[in-house]
C-alpha cells in the first residue's frame, strides 16, 4: 500500500486561540489529531503535548520495530505512548495552576500495510470514504453518545443537543486513560478523515461526504471542508487530516499508460 496524507487547522470564526494540534509521520504512516481544553492557553498546551509527544515517541518505536512488527506489538506501542502523554498532561497541569483542568481528545491511526489501527480517547472523530460511501468509525465517548445508545434520544435530537461538547473521557484529566483502539481492514481508494468537533458539529456527515467525493486532490478537500465549517457558523477551531491509501497497481497502470501499453 502507499499512503498520502495531508494537515489542515484552522481557529474558526470566533475562537482566539487554536487548541487543536495535528501533526503526521508519512515514514511510519502515524497521523495524530488533538482538540484540547482548559483556560488560559492550557487546551493549546494538551494538545500540543499529545501530538509532539505521541509522534515523537511512537514514530521513533514504529521506524526500529520495522515492518516484522504484529499488529498486536504496534497496538501495545500505541497503548504505551499515549498512557505516557496522559501522565505528561496530567502532571504538568498539576503542576502548574494555569494549567489545572487542562486535557485533550485524541484520535490518531497507524497504517500497516492493508490494516489500520485507529485510537481514540474522547469526540474527535475518523470517518471512512470507501467507494462514494462515507461511514464514522470511530463511536464518540460523550455524554451525548450515551444517551444515544441508552435510547433517551435519537440521532436526530443529538444534533440540537445543549450537551454536545461534554466527553467522558479526555487525556490528562487523570492520572490513567481508556484509549480505544479498533483495527479495520484498508482497501485502495479508501479515504480516512480524522477531525475534530469543529469540522462535525459544523458540517453533517452528508456534506462531509460530498466534499471528500469532490474530483480533486486531497489539499483543496481539506480546505473546502474548512471553509464550509467557517461558512456554517466556524463556533469552534476547526482541524482535519486526510490520508489516502493506493497502490502498486495504481503504479503499474500509470507506467504502462506512459508506454502506451
Do not use: W
Given at each position: 500500500m502507499i499512503y498520502q496524507f495531508c494537515a489542515k487547522s484552522d481557529p474558526g470564526r470566533t475562537r482566539g486561540n487554536n487548541e487543536d494540534s495535528v501533526t503526521f509521520d508519512a515514514a511510519t504512516r502515524l497521523f495524530v489529531l488533538a482538540d484540547g481544553m482548559g483556560g488560559y492557553n492550557a487546551g493549546e498546551?494538551?494538545?500540543?503535548?499529545?501530538?509532539?509527544?505521541?509522534?515523537?515517541?511512537?514514530?521513533r518505536w514504529l521506524a526500529e520495530a520495522g515492518p516484522g512488527?504484529?499488529?498486536?506489538?504496534?497496538?501495545?506501542?500505541?497503548?504505551?505512548?499515549?498512557?505516557n502523554a496522559n501522565l505528561s498532561i496530567f502532571n504538568s497541569?498539576?503542576?502548574?495552576?494555569?494549567?489545572?483542568?487542562?486535557?485533550?481528545?485524541?484520535?490518531?491511526?497507524?497504517?500497516?500495510?492493508?490494516?489500520?489501527?485507529?485510537?481514540?480517547?474522547?469526540?474527535?472523530?475518523?470517518?471512512?470514504?470507501?467507494a462514494g460511501v462515507l461511514q464514522q468509525i470511530t463511536k464518540d465517548h460523550s455524554l451525548l453518545q450515551e444517551q444515544i445508545d441508552a435510547g433517551?434520544?435519537?440521532?436526530?435530537?443529538?444534533?440540537?443537543?445543549?450537551?454536545?461538547?461534554?466527553?467522558?473521557?479526555?487525556?490528562?484529566?487523570?492520572?490513567t486513560v481508556a484509549m480505544e483502539i479498533n483495527e479495520?481492514?484498508?482497501?485502495?481508494?479508501?479515504?480516512?478523515?480524522?477531525?475534530?468537533?469543529?469540522?462535525?458539529?459544523?458540517?453533517?456527515?452528508?456534506?462531509?461526504?460530498?466534499?471528500?467525493?469532490l474530483a480533486m486532490e486531497m489539499d483543496p478537500k481539506a480546505n473546502r471542508l474548512i471553509e464550509v465549517a467557517n461558512e456554517n457558523?466556524?463556533?469552534?477551531?476547526?482541524?482535519?487530516?486526510?490520508?489516502?491509501?493506493?497502490?502498486?497497481?495504481?503504479?503499474?497502470?500509470?507506467?504502462?499508460?506512459?508506454?502506451?501499453?
Open positions: 498546551i494538551a494538545s500540543g503535548m499529545a501530538t509532539a509527544f505521541i509522534k515523537s515517541e511512537l514514530s512488527a504484529s499488529l498486536r506489538d504496534v497496538r501495545r506501542a500505541m497503548e504505551i505512548c499515549v498512557d497541569a498539576n503542576a502548574n495552576t494555569h494549567y489545572a483542568g487542562m486535557g485533550t481528545t485524541l484520535v490518531m491511526g497507524v497504517f500497516r500495510d492493508d490494516k489500520l489501527l485507529v485510537g481514540h480517547v474522547g469526540d474527535s472523530r475518523c470517518y471512512r470514504l470507501r433517551l434520544i435519537t440521532p436526530e435530537q443529538a444534533n440540537n443537543s445543549s450537551i454536545k461538547n461534554l466527553v467522558t473521557r479526555a487525556l490528562g484529566v487523570e492520572g479495520h481492514a484498508v482497501e485502495i481508494g479508501d479515504l480516512y478523515l480524522l477531525c475534530s468537533d469543529g469540522l462535525s458539529d459544523m458540517v453533517d456527515d452528508a456534506n462531509i461526504g460530498q466534499i471528500l467525493s457558523g466556524g463556533r469552534d477551531n476547526i482541524s482535519v487530516i486526510l490520508a489516502m491509501a493506493g497502490g502498486p497497481a495504481e503504479k503499474r497502470g500509470l507506467i504502462a499508460r506512459l508506454l502506451g501499453k
